[in-house]
């Protein structure tokens, strides 16, 4: 995991994410946000935890798995206000 005092919330960011299985091929769902805080907000609140697993967001020529968007929403740099239900998608 990058350092978050480094991540920069207000870059326009991309979301990738797929059923969570590597080895099937299926539909990918692709979205373009004008901030990654919105692009993470969107991965841990609104994807379904199925899908999760198969995402990935993309923040210029940078590259995060989901643990690593998961752990930048739970970061006190996060800088939205958290829904509190979205504690069941999380990778503790």
Do not use: C, H, W
């Amino acid at each position: 995991m990058r350092p978050v005092d480094k991540f920069a919330f207000e870059a326009p960011a991309e979301i990738y994410s797929s059923g969570g299985t590597r080895t099937r091929k299926g539909p990918m769902s692709y979205r373009r946000f004008p901030s990654s805080a919105e692009a993470i907000r969107f991965a841990v609140e609104e994807l379904p935890q199925i899908m999760q697993r198969g995402t990935v967001m993309e923040v210029g020529d940078d590259r995060f798995e989901f643990a690593d968007i998961r752990a930048l929403y739970d970061s006190e740099d996060y800088p939205l206000p958290r829904d509190g239900n979205a504690d069941i998608g999380s990778t503790d």
